[in-house]
Structure formats: C-alpha cells, structure tokens
C-alpha cells in the first residue's frame, strides 16, 4: 500500500478526482486546500490600485492510499489531466 500526496491547481481538482474515481483504483483518499510557493516564489498583484505580494498561491492537495500494483496507472491520471507544462503545475509525492 503506498499513499500519493499530489499538490494540483485548484481548477483541475474537480476534472482530476473524476478521472481517478473512474480508474476505481483508489482505497481511501482526502482533498486539502492549501498554500504554497515553488520555482514561481511570489508574484505581485493590484487590488484596489496598490500592490501585494502573493507570497503563496493557493493550491489543492490530494492524498490517495492505493494498493501498490495500481500507483503508476494512478500518478499517470495524475499527469495527464493535471499537467500544463507552465510552471506551478505542482508536484506528486509517492510514501
């Protein structure tokens, strides 16, 4: 049993859980929203004409338990609906 910890875009969670509920692949798993930063660090932003830093940029967590024979076909879900080549796509953790 391994468990998969992917960080995606708050966008792509809805598409992604459907994709990976369709593999019926996944024992258990959780959803998290949370912050971060990575190669992209913070970026700046206008709101009501000043400016403030987004040090971290929301992003939501997956955490799925699946049995170990099942992990590629996964984290390959995970790639494909998740990934669009920009930077802050986001990372995928196998424990």
């Known amino acids: 049993m391994k468990t998969i910890l992917a960080i995606v875009r708050p ?3 809805d598409r992604l859980l459907k994709k990976i509920t369709e593999t019926k692949m996944v024992e258990s798993g959780g959803v998290h929203a949370v912050k971060g930063y990575g190669r ?4 700046l932003n206008e709101y009501q004409g ?4 987004m040090a971290y940029l929301p992003k939501a967590m ?7 024979e099942n992990v590629d076909a996964v984290v390959a879900t995970i790639i494909d609906v998740a990934r669009t080549g920009r930077m802050g796509d986001g990372k995928i953790f196998i424990v």
């Open 11 to 13: 966008h792509i969670l």
């Open 62 to 68: 997956i955490r799925l338990e699946i049995a170990d």
């Open 40 to 43: 992209q660090k913070n970026y």
């Open 50 to 53: 000043s400016e403030y830093s």
